[in-house]
Nanobody, 117 residues
Framework: QVQLVESGGGLVQAGGSLRVSCAAS????????MGWFRQAPGKEREFVAA??????TVYADSVKGRFIISRDNAKNTVLQMNSLKPEDTAVYYC????????????WGQGTQVTVSS
């Protein structure tokens, strides 16, 4: 079992930056892929970014060039969000995908990010 806790959400004006973090505990492995997802009001949850255990990154087209996913350390994953837009407003979730699986099995509680225009 993996426990994930997001933090750093808040209110920011359009064009600003915000950093959200994901602290992992429990049965984590170096081979885990860390992902960030978001869900806006009235919308389905969507993929934002992912970081594999070997350092490969994937970004949704909507955030490419603005967001950066990285690891602070073995237990903390960071999503740096720059040039924020009102359409980035959502609850942001971090998640873990085990090596050899296709789905993200573990999810955090989410942190609210609100971008004002």
């Amino acid at each position: 079992q993996v426990q994930l806790v997001e933090s750093g959400g808040g209110l920011v004006q359009a064009g600003g930056s915000l950093r959200v973090s994901c602290a992992a505990s429990g049965r984590t492995f170096s081979s885990d892929t860390m992902g960030w997802f978001r869900q806006a009001p009235g919308k389905e949850r969507e993929f934002v970014a992912a970081l594999s255990w070997i350092g490969n990154t994937v970004y949704a087209d909507s955030v490419k060039g603005r967001f950066i996913i990285s690891r602070d350390n073995a237990k903390n994953t960071v999503l740096q969000m720059n040039s924020l837009k009102p359409e980035d407003t959502a609850v942001y979730y971090c998640a873990v995908k085990r090596m050899g699986t296709t789905e993200y099995q573990y999810w955090g509680q989410g942190t609210q990010v609100t971008v004002s225009s």
